[in-house]
């Protein structure tokens, strides 16, 4: 690679930062807006036209904070665990294509900084790694609090990552890629999420939890644990933390647009020498729709109790993502081993996993013993064990 | 240099010392802290040596999800704060120097093996992964080695499931000796007693 190849992969990675963190400016105003709406509040509205600037003002309050180090903490972990937690999120990004290309100076620069043949995988690793942050956050602390907020989120965070990696795992087969670039020319006929329905809601599911959304920001709940794994953190690296979960909340759009929802495809293009501006429009539209889906849950949803959570996450979204899974298999082998009759025989064999599903489902639902037993107590309240 | 040697050279030294500080450390969680570093270093030689299934599997499996696991037994049972004086395991010493030397032995024995005993070159990336890395290894490993693949994740799920009917006996057994301390005070309160025999809970009445 010559000089002009470095310059623009450097400034190719210094739009992709500065773009997120824009976005991340501006998700976060959006977000304050539309739950204040939905409160009958107006939100914030001095700092800029309708407010626009009030994350720029408060990420510049926060900078000029104090930054108070606990006497228990353990030092070197507690000032790297909120460069841990801002990270994955912009690493995650490098993989996603926000657009085609475009020709600057006789080559051809593609809206993506990395096409790795790996490409769900690298975003799945990314976002294990974002454990990372919050548990050492937490213990780091040296305070209680703190400490079961982590403990709680990295069980919560390991378990819906099966989940979403179930969803990923449904996807991949379906497209039989990794690779993004090739996942969104699958989908130029029908986007993924309508053959992939269920894994789209599974990946939401599992994209809240593991973004620690609300309704299930157990590690910072703030009824029970003050503010759960950051509550010793005060000016920037509490701004880290931040900002970190709202590059992750904007990196998971991202990634449902990419695996879901057709990525940078749209109906109206562009022409001439213009032509990428539309699929960048149309991507931008898509990240924002998903999110004002993801602020309305957490506008409309109450906080998940924590073994409720738990019981969810196993018994509820990792079987069913695993039935999806098995299903989504047949779907794409059949018609590969036997033609068009494969599909007749793929629909016949999941019209009948539906109907075994539904015969042997209850008797794995869970009923109190007092229930079973005659003569025990006829409403089934809980037995706590 | 070519870019692998200078990605090479800032990785390896870091791989080395933080494999040495994992062992140095006294603090269990630095030390979790180290390897999960040195997995990475590990990950990183693997896009190296052209197998980024291989680095993102290390990363995902280990770094994100073990090592995560292991943090969150580390700070559960809270054995962070002072060490165990003295030897747990006897004679655990003596057993790690002649493992210690067993492995010395043979990874010299490898080595030498990959310079010298060798009349061909390895084929290159190309050649044994037609179609990309991850497509490649999917056949070997679902074709090919079919079999010892789902003999393998069976086995680990017997593992699994042994660990969990021996963790979940004793958490019942304790409850039920707790719910027969308290037989009879609050009980009702819960639910559990019922109308007929007070105080049995699944158990016929003593």
Request: hydrophobic residues 55%; neutral net charge.
């Amino acid at each position: 690679m010559d000089w002009v190849g470095w310059a623009i992969l450097v400034v190719r990675v210094a739009i992709v930062f500065f773009g997120l963190l824009i976005s991340v400016m501006l998700y976060i105003w959006m977000e304050r807006k539309v739950i204040a709406d939905m409160q009958t509040r107006v939100g914030p509205l001095r700092a800029g036209p309708r407010g626009v600037l009030i994350t720029l003002a408060d990420g510049i309050k926060l900078f000029f904070k104090e930054g108070i180090t606990p006497t228990a903490a353990d030092h070197p972990v507690y000032a790297v665990a909120p460069i841990l937690a801002m990270f994955p999120g912009f690493l995650a990004f490098c993989v996603i294509p926000f657009g085609t290309s475009v020709t600057l100076f006789g080559r051809e620069i593609p809206f993506q900084l990395a096409d790795l043949n790996i490409g769900i995988l690298w975003i799945l690793a990314m976002t294990s790694l974002s454990v990372y942050g919050v548990v050492l956050a937490g213990w780091s602390s040296g305070s209680n609090y703190p400490l079961l907020g982590a403990v709680r989120s990295s069980a919560q965070m390991i378990s819906y990552e099966v989940g979403m990696g179930l969803a990923l795992v449904a996807v991949l087969m379906y497209s039989g890629t990794l690779r993004m670039s090739e996942l969104i020319a699958a989908q130029d006929t029908v986007w993924n999420v309508i053959p992939q329905f269920p894994a789209f809601v599974v990946f939401l599911i599992g994209a809240i939890a593991e973004t620690n959304r609300p309704p299930f920001d157990l590690a910072e709940a703030e009824s029970e644990l003050v503010a759960g794994f950051h509550t010793e953190y005060s000016g920037i690296k509490f701004a880290m933390f931040y900002l970190g979960e709202y590059v992750s909340t904007v990196t998971v759009a991202a990634v449902a647009v990419t695996l879901f929802l057709g990525g940078w495809r749209g109906w109206w293009p562009f022409d001439g020498a213009v032509a990428w501006i539309g699929p960048l429009l149309w991507f931008v539209l898509k990240i924002t729709a998903v999110i004002y889906v993801l602020i309305l849950v957490r506008a409309t949803l109450p906080r998940m109790r924590y073994d409720r959570l738990m019981n969810f996450g196993w018994k509820v979204l990792i079987p069913f993502g695993l039935v999806w899974v098995m299903i989504t298999g047949v779907v794409v082998v059949l018609p590969q081993e036997y033609g068009n009759r494969g599909r007749y025989i793929a629909g016949a064999v999941i019209v009948g996993a539906a109907a075994l599903a539904t015969l042997v489902a209850p008797l794995f639902s869970h009923r109190p013993a007092s229930e079973a037993e005659p003569g025990g107590q006829p409403e089934g309240r809980e037995v706590r064990a | 240099m070519p870019l692998d040697n200078v990605v090479f050279w800032v990785f390896a030294p870091l791989s080395v010392a933080t494999a040495i500080g994992m062992i140095v450390v006294r603090n269990a969680v630095h030390a979790a802290l180290f390897l999960v570093v040195n997995f990475f270093t590990i990950a990183v030689m693997y896009l190296l040596l052209d197998a980024p299934f291989l680095f993102a599997v290390q990363i995902v499996v280990y770094a994100g999800a073990i090592m995560v696991l292991f943090l969150f037994v580390i700070m559960l049972l809270g054995v962070d704060r002072g060490d165990a004086p003295g030897e747990r395991l006897l004679g655990q010493r003596t057993t790690a120097v002649i493992l210690a030397v067993a492995i010395v032995a043979e990874l010299a024995t490898a080595i030498r093996a990959g310079i010298g005993f060798t009349t061909r070159a390895p084929g290159g990336f190309d050649a044994v992964n037609p179609g990309g890395n991850p497509s490649a290894l999917a056949d070997v490993l679902f074709r090919d080695y079919f079999f010892p693949f789902e003999v393998t994740s069976i086995l680990l799920i017997v593992a699994a499931v042994a660990a969990m009917v021996l963790a979940l006996r004793r958490s019942k057994s304790l409850s039920q000796r707790e719910i027969e301390t308290h037989a009879g005070d609050d009980l009702e309160a819960y639910g559990l007693a019922a109308p007929g025999a007070p105080g049995t809970v699944g158990e016929p009445s003593r």
